[in-house]
């Protein structure tokens, strides 16, 4: 049997690419037109995967749910994005997140363990990237460390990450110094 490789998860809204603010609320892009990629993120994702990392996308992409947005439209951004990045798999939770939740909305960690199991990863030299208190509670219900890019918005943590930075590229430095 293979060792397990480690993985690093990833957020999309405000760790891979740039929120759209709307009415002052950081806010995922709609459309092609408005995605763009935050700076550092290309060449992080290629010194992680030259470290040996798998690269997993998880994010929660609750408009869909709320019929806000298209399925169409996520499943685009996420076409373009692969242009950039090589991603070993995509997770995706549409949950609306009103009232009872599914295992796979962050903060729960159902897309972390469903893809650790499927790609056969190893958790404990895993981590999970992201800005808001969802992704590091997701990191750390799934059992992996944390790294907690802070943008400032006005949202106080829960769990205690295992770094907190500024920016994607701190963020690709203090995973591969660990």
């Known amino acids: ?12 809204d405000g760790t891979l690419n740039a929120t ?11 459309t092609l037109d408005e995605f763009r990629l935050m700076p550092g993120v290309v060449e992080g994702c290629i010194r992680l995967r030259d470290a040996g990392f798998a690269l997993v996308l998880v994010t929660n992409q609750p408009d869909v749910g709320r019929g806000v947005l298209g399925r ?9 994005l692969s242009q950039f990045l090589t991603l070993d798999r995509i997770e995706v939770c549409y949950d ?3 009232g009872e939740t599914s295992e796979f909305r962050k903060p729960r960690p ?4 469903r893809a650790a199991e499927e790609l ?18 997701c990191g750390v219900n799934a059992g992996v ?13 829960r769990a205690r990450p295992t770094v907190t930075v500024r920016h994607f590229t701190a963020a690709i ?6």
């Open 1 to 12: 049997m293979s060792a397990l490789r480690p993985a690093v998860f990833l957020d999309r």
């Open 20 to 30: 759209v603010l709307r009415e002052g609320t950081p806010c995922p892009p709609r």
């Open 72 to 80: 169409e439209a996520v499943e685009a951004i996420h076409r373009r």
């Open 96 to 98: 609306p997140g009103r």
């Open 110 to 113: 159902g897309m972390i363990l």
């Open 120 to 137: 056969g990863l190893d958790l404990a030299r895993s981590w999970m990237v992201g800005d808001r208190w969802r992704d590091v509670d």
């Open 145 to 157: 460390r944390t790294v907690f890019i802070d943008h400032g918005y006005a949202e106080p943590l």
């Open 173 to 178: 430095e203090a995973i591969l110094e660990s």
